[in-house]
């Protein structure tokens, strides 16, 4: 069964701060998916990434994929207020047969980013 | 843009209820799926449907059952609510080739009492 586990759950920055996000997952995945979730709302959809080594980098936030580690990494730069949301990554389940688009995810890491 | 809607934002049934929440999306999507989000434990596969009249059990299925009688539509039931299933709700939807990539909609607040 894949678990995934985020850490930290919950994470408290300055503006202004360098911080990582860390997405561990426990069996073999090639994709991963990092969305955000605004107070009160819905989820968005902030990167896909699709094989081992893969970068993607939008504003102040950059993800990476190492699939031998089973890790996916969020790293916030000079945080911003703007920032303040919660986190979550997804995992593709690999297993025999069609997996029908279904995810797994992490627990969600609260992030506030404070003056 | 893919647009998913669902019937209600916020609810509140009693104990032993039947509650039904609606979810429809306008992209001709294949996929649907149910969630439950819960402080702590993320998002958590209810059901998911693939076609009409096609579902498959989730991770935590036990007390619910869904209905998609129509492409755009996909029902999740609460046969007798309870307390614990005081959660919110989000479905959300996809298709192939992308079949990964969701689209979510705004959320269910469901309290039971």
């Known amino acids: 069964e894949l678990k995934v586990e985020q850490n930290p759950l919950f994470l408290s920055m300055q503006e202004g701060k360098n911080y990582t996000i860390y997405c561990n997952y426990s069996t073999t995945s090639d994709r991963l998916y990092w969305y955000r979730q605004d107070p009160g709302k819905s989820l968005e959809s902030l990167f896909v990434l699709l094989s081992n080594g893969a970068v993607k980098q939008e504003g102040r936030l950059m993800a990476s994929l190492d699939t031998k580690a089973r890790l996916s990494t969020l790293h916030i730069t000079a945080a911003v207020h703007d920032l303040s949301a919660t986190y979550f990554c997804a995992v593709v389940p690999v297993a025999g047969g069609t997996s029908y688009g279904k995810l797994t995810f992490g627990q969600g890491t609260i992030l506030t980013v404070h003056p | 843009d893919v647009k998913v809607t669902q019937s209600s934002r916020y609810l509140v049934k009693r104990t032993g209820e039947k509650v039904f929440l609606e979810c429809v999306q306008d992209m001709d999507h294949e996929n649907m799926f149910w969630y439950r989000q819960d402080p702590g434990l993320g998002l958590r596969l209810i059901y998911f449907?693939?076609?009409?009249?096609?579902?498959e059990k989730g991770d935590i299925p036990e007390g619910y059952s869904v209905s998609r009688e129509k492409k755009e539509r996909f029902s999740l039931i609460l046969e007798s609510a309870s307390t614990n299933q005081t959660s919110m709700y989000l479905c959300?939807?996809?298709?192939?080739?992308?079949?990964?990539?969701?689209?979510f909609g705004p959320g269910t607040r469901l309290t039971v009492t």
């Open positions: 449907s693939y076609d009409v009249k096609m579902k």
């Open positions: 959300a939807s996809s298709q192939y080739p992308r079949a990964h990539e969701q689209y």
